[in-house]
């Protein structure tokens, strides 16, 4: 018998062990978990697609840099808090900015944290050695890997001064306040030799290793200089030398013989003013070419510099001449401090006018955002050496692309009134990158035209429909009209304002075929004879392909090239990966399965492709393959602690009416430990389109929404339902949808009828306060951010764009679709605090005082409300916020308060002290 107890007591220690280890493996998620869960942030693959580098980023704790070989597929090295990697052009290195540990920025004081010292890493991918520089500033790396060029913070002083501190008296010329010089380290790789130069302000590495130019600020500005030192054998060239000389920006021609850059002067104190000479410098010819600006403009401070990729063109910035800066009157004297003129200066004062063209707060944003220090694009063709104007103050705005003949340009002047009403319109042209010539497209355009690589034809979207236009003879041609099958105005857009197409995939290099997409499809359109060719047949599958663009700088397609697709059923959500070969019509799916995957780089030199699948219960980890998609491999395991934890059952989609009677989707994920027949508690996350994250792993992160695992590995079931709104009625169509999807949890037996509960922001936090006051169906509600008065917040501003709100009531996301004068009824019956008397359910209001989207006035007058009626209502106002939570102890305080809200409300669980008698304003 001994062996037989043996082997039961075996059989059930093993029992045990397994029983233990899966408890072990699927504890509930605790918010300290989350702090865990890494993000791979700043991703470079490097040209010849051998080595992957990424900085794994915990949400909370130091991030840890990773540098991957793809030709074994193994982790070769990692730098403790690793940030922001590069690698060479050659692949010979991979570099890590090494910044502070979060417990010394969190134990710093705020003047401290910037003196925290970073490091620079360098990793040889070959040997797999890692080299570290302190107080590194900033750093640069030549192509081939042999030079390295940085700048130390050292005991020196590294701000320039004057030696006075009384600036009337000042001696010598010093520099902008943010301008500092630092010792610029200078370091063979291959043998180690060092160079070191003080006092330097910019500076430029060749690409090739030719040499290094920079600026070096004397204490006094006397002995300022513009200088080149030869890598080769340490000899330094002095370009220019004279009191004051600044150099702005520097960029080496691909060849890395030839240099453009800009230099100043601190001898102009106004550096908005202050031109900056652009100059052309040889260094293997020591030939300076200083490029003139047109007559009245100017380079400025902030003027940027690039040149095209074979280093044919040059591209610069300019702007037209300022005038003079108007003297300030200051108190002096006795007599100043009675003069009028004197003491008005000082007056702070702003006008606003019925004739402006946009509303104070909106010029000021302008201003100081982009017109102040605005630019507009020239160009410098070195073989011809000419300059062509590209925008001005005409047509401010440019689509750059350095490889480009042509480039879309575009004008929002005339429409910057009535976007505080309408919306964003602009008129378009295509300029001719040679000349500067510009061709008219279209007028008063909301979307914005695609233009061919040879600027003979542009497409754009109206009335429905897709137009393309000759620019030469300005003929315009309906496309689309003929086409009976397909859908190419977005067929989901619930706005009050014009029906937008669903886009352009590109052009045929040789601009005979533009490619545009339909609601499922890929079109090919022939220009010259207008026929149309269907690439895909997503319509039969409901499927949806769209272009994968892997290559910013890609002009068009060549006529046999194979694109990547993604494809996304509408009716499954299932995504999958295709090629398609332009010339034979061959569609091919390469990736496929239950789950989502994206791209997410091409090697520019190498047959190489980073990818990422993902789902509900897996992260979404880098994969790689090479342009065939030939054996797939995994390369990342960034969170293998996710197999500790009850993650929730698979997401379901489930089905119900619109408010219309339409037919929609929510996601349905029911809690880790559902079991066939229980009614859990259920909480709702909204806001518009939601059933496309059938296949999307959680973000993991705390913030103003629900951290999905955390409520489905905690008991409850989340449902993601899709929402759909009436012109005019959003808040009783998107209240009846809500109703239908909520009652369809009851039906199918998972809601427990008296345990659901509801949780938006901004749009959904709308929607939920005002569901609230028409159904009581809800047991609880958490509303982030809502407008609760559609009355006063159609004529309030936009903080943080400066903007007016009226716009977002009469053509944008509210929907009403009229003006508060046209339909004042409208708006009082879409506000929720008209009706707060009719609440019966526990609402939790949370708001940031420092709100720039919506006035958090609006929370205040809806719980004013509500208090009024003595309603169950908590306000949550979090201490300089703006409109989503930034600050990470409020992120976790909202999260936490969160769930013990509705841990009570739903589940019955003890009130925490905050939701039963609040907490009472002390300070020491």
């Known amino acids: 018998m001994k062996p037989i107890n043996s082997l039961l007591s075996a059989s059930m220690l093993l029992a045990f062990s397994t029983q233990a280890l899966a408890t072990l493996e699927n504890q509930p998620l605790e918010f300290k978990d989350v702090f865990d869960f890494r993000y791979a942030q700043d991703t470079v693959l490097s040209e010849n697609g051998q080595f992957l580098s990424f900085s794994a980023q915990p949400y909370r704790g130091d991030s840890n840099g990773h540098v991957y070989d793809l030709t074994t597929n193994q982790l070769i090295a990692q730098v403790p808090r690793g940030v922001k990697p590069q690698i060479n052009q050659s692949a010979t290195w991979v570099t890590f900015t090494q910044k502070p540990s979060l417990l010394a920025q969190e134990t710093a004081s705020k003047e401290d944290k910037k003196q925290l010292p970073t490091q620079l890493v360098l990793i040889n991918t070959q040997t797999k050695q890692q080299q570290t520089f302190d107080n590194v500033v900033d750093y640069q790396l030549s192509d081939d890997g042999t030079w390295l060029a940085y700048r130390e913070k050292t005991d020196d002083k590294s701000k320039p001064t004057s030696s006075t501190n009384d600036k009337d008296d000042k001696v010598g010329i010093s520099p902008d306040k943010k301008d500092k010089a630092y010792e610029l380290v200078i370091i063979n790789l291959n043998n180690n030799n060092l160079q070191r130069i003080k006092r330097v302000g910019q500076y430029s590495l060749s690409p090739t290793g030719l040499g290094l130019l920079f600026n070096q600020l004397s204490d006094d500005g006397s002995n300022n200089r513009i200088s080149f030192v030869e890598l080769s054998n340490s000899q330094q060239h002095i370009l220019f030398d004279e009191p004051g000389i600044t150099l702005s920006q520097a960029a080496w021609h691909p060849d890395g013989q030839l240099v453009a850059f800009y230099q100043g002067n601190y001898v102009n104190e106004d550096a908005r003013r202050r031109h900056y000479q652009l100059t052309l410098w040889d260094a293997k010819n020591n030939s300076t070419k200083q490029i003139t600006n047109p007559e009245q403009w100017f380079s400025a401070k902030t003027a940027s510099l690039k040149w095209s990729e074979h280093g044919e063109r040059l591209y610069f910035e300019n702007r037209p001449v300022l005038d003079a800066k108007e003297k300030q009157l200051k108190y002096k004297d006795d007599a100043s401090l009675t003069d009028f003129e004197t003491i008005r200066a000082q007056r702070g004062l702003k006008i606003w006018h019925n004739n402006d063209s946009e509303i104070k707060t909106r010029e000021v944003k302008s201003w100081e955002e982009t017109n102040k220090h605005r630019h507009y694009q020239a160009v410098y063709h070195l073989n011809g050496e000419r300059i062509a104007q590209l925008s001005d103050?005409?047509?401010?705005?440019?689509?750059?692309?350095?490889?480009?003949?042509?480039?879309?340009?575009?004008?929002?002047?005339?429409?910057?009134?009535?976007?505080?009403?309408?919306?964003?319109?602009?008129?378009?042209?295509?300029?001719?990158?040679?000349?500067?010539?510009?061709?008219?497209?279209?007028?008063?355009?909301?979307?914005?035209?695609?233009?061919?690589?040879?600027?003979?034809?542009?497409?754009?979207?109206?009335?429905?429909?897709?137009?393309?236009?000759?620019?030469?003879?300005?003929?315009?041609?309906?496309?689309?009209?003929?086409?009976?099958?397909?859908?190419?105005?977005?067929?989901?857009?619930?706005?009050?304002?014009?029906?937008?197409?669903?886009?352009?995939?590109?052009?045929?290099?040789?601009?005979?075929?533009?490619?545009?997409?339909?609601?499922?499809?890929?079109?090919?359109?022939?220009?010259?004879?207008?026929?149309a060719t269907r690439l895909t047949q997503g319509r039969e599958t409901h499927t949806q392909y769209r272009v994968v663009q892997l290559d910013d700088n890609k002009l068009g397609f060549a006529h046999n090239e194979q694109l990547l697709l993604e494809a996304h059923n509408l009716k499954n959500k299932q995504t999958h990966v295709a090629t398609l070969a332009l010339d034979t019509g061959k569609l091919t799916t390469v990736l496929h399965g239950k789950a989502r995957f994206d791209l997410v780089k091409k090697a520019k030199h190498g047959d190489k492709i980073i990818f990422t699948k993902q789902s509900y219960h897996q992260f979404p980890d880098y994969w790689q393959t090479d342009t065939q998609f030939s054996q797939p491999q995994k390369i990342t395991d960034l969170n293998p602690q996710m197999s500790q934890f009850a993650w929730g059952q698979k997401p379901e989609l489930v089905q119900y009416?619109?408010?219309?009677?339409?037919?929609?989707?929510?996601?349905?994920?029911?809690?880790?430990?559902?079991?066939?027949?229980?009614?859990?508690?259920?909480?709702?996350?909204?806001?518009?389109?939601?059933?496309?994250?059938?296949?999307?792993?959680?973000?993991?992160?705390?913030?103003?929404?629900?951290?999905?695992?955390?409520?489905?590995?905690?008991?409850?079931?989340?449902?993601?339902?899709?929402?759909?709104?009436?012109?005019?009625?959003?808040?009783?169509?998107?209240?009846?949808?809500?109703?239908?999807?909520?009652?369809?949890?009851?039906?199918?037996?998972?809601?427990?009828?008296?345990?659901?509960?509801?949780?938006?922001?901004?749009?959904?936090?709308?929607?939920?306060?005002?569901?609230?006051?028409?159904?009581?169906?809800?047991?609880?509600v958490v509303s982030g951010a809502p407008v609760s008065n559609m009355t006063s917040a159609y004529s309030g501003i936009r903080l943080k764009s400066g903007l007016a709100r009226q716009f977002q009531y009469e053509s944008g996301q509210s929907r009403i679709g009229k003006t508060l004068i046209e339909a004042p009824e409208l708006y009082i019956e879409n506000s929720p605090v008209f009706f707060a008397d009719k609440v019966n359910t526990p609402i939790l209001l949370m708001f940031g005082d420092e709100d720039g989207a919506v006035p958090w006035q609006e929370g205040i007058q809806y719980y004013l409300a509500l208090r009024r009626y003595n309603k169950d209502a908590i306000f949550l106002q979090y201490e300089g916020e703006p409109h989503h939570l930034k600050q990470f102890p409020n992120q976790l305080d909202f999260s936490i308060r969160m769930m013990e809200y509705f841990d009570h409300h739903l589940k019955g669980k003890p009130a925490a002290n905050w939701i039963k008698q609040g907490e009472a304003y002390t300070a020491e």
Not at 399 to 413: R, S
Not at 478 to 506: C, M, S
Not at 514 to 529: E, H, R
Not at 661 to 687: C, R, S, T, W
């Open 657 to 780: 009416k619109g408010y219309n009677g339409e037919d929609l989707q929510g996601v349905l994920i029911k809690p880790a430990n559902y079991k066939e027949g229980d009614k859990v508690p259920v909480v709702i996350y909204f806001y518009r389109y939601m059933s496309q994250r059938m296949y999307d792993f959680p973000k993991m992160e705390l913030n103003h929404r629900p951290n999905f695992p955390m409520f489905t590995s905690n008991g409850y079931a989340l449902f993601l339902p899709d929402i759909r709104f009436e012109i005019g009625y959003p808040g009783r169509s998107s209240t009846q949808t809500m109703i239908n999807a909520a009652q369809k949890l009851i039906d199918i037996g998972v809601a427990d009828p008296n345990k659901i509960g509801l949780q938006g922001h901004s749009w959904a936090g709308y929607q939920s306060a005002f569901m609230v006051t028409q159904t009581d169906m809800f047991k609880a």
């Open 393 to 531: 103050t005409r047509t401010p705005n440019i689509e750059l692309n350095t490889e480009a003949e042509f480039l879309l340009v575009n004008n929002d002047q005339p429409y910057l009134e009535q976007i505080m009403y309408k919306g964003f319109y602009r008129d378009y042209y295509a300029v001719q990158v040679s000349t500067g010539a510009k061709h008219f497209i279209i007028k008063e355009s909301p979307f914005s035209p695609s233009l061919s690589p040879t600027g003979q034809h542009a497409a754009f979207f109206k009335n429905q429909h897709v137009w393309l236009k000759a620019l030469d003879s300005q003929k315009e041609t309906v496309l689309t009209k003929a086409i009976r099958d397909a859908i190419f105005a977005d067929d989901k857009h619930d706005y009050p304002e014009p029906q937008p197409g669903y886009g352009f995939a590109g052009w045929q290099l040789d601009g005979s075929v533009v490619y545009v997409y339909s609601k499922y499809d890929i079109w090919a359109f022939d220009v010259n004879t207008q026929q």
